[in-house]
């Protein structure tokens, strides 16, 4: 088993919710507001940030934007064994995403996987004008060819590194931090 320890903190509670703040802004900014905006937390932790940034819509805004939360694991390309048709677990998207303006939201773009599983998860629950997305944390080393539209903070990484994102709702307290392997 893999062991990781704490390198150092690259966000801390406020860094966080600046990140959220600015990160709702240029939401709204590049969508000229909230019509046919719809946020979707890619479980685990982009499922509070989305809500984090819907709350701050609310607040900039005096609109309440749709938030759905996605469950991609069966999408996962690393699984050894696939349905046909894999069911979209723990799907709840509330509102028809049909020709809206979908923004993903999850706390740490690496690969590029989960954000490519997530893209075939909401093709198979409706065709959405535009998908755009949101991250916290994009620490690099992309293996498809996919950038976030809007990002709390870049954090240069190594390969031997983690990146390791707390939220209130999982974990003790807000932290974004980057763990060494051991």
Known sequence: MTTFVEKAQVMDEKAILRAVTRISHEILEQNKGTDDLVLVGIKRRG???ARKIATKIKEIEGVSVPVG?????YYRDDLTKKSEKPKVFGENIS???DNK??????DVLYTGRTVRSALDALTDIGRARRIQLAILVDRGHRELPIRADFVGKNVPT??????KVNLQEYDEANGVYIMEKM
């Open 47 to 49: 499922i509070p940030l």
């Open 95 to 97: 509102t028809d995403i």
């Open 69 to 73: 939360t996605l469950d991609i694991t």
């Open 101 to 106: 303006i979908v923004v993903l939201v999850d």
């Open 158 to 163: 190594s390969i031997k590194e983690h990146v």
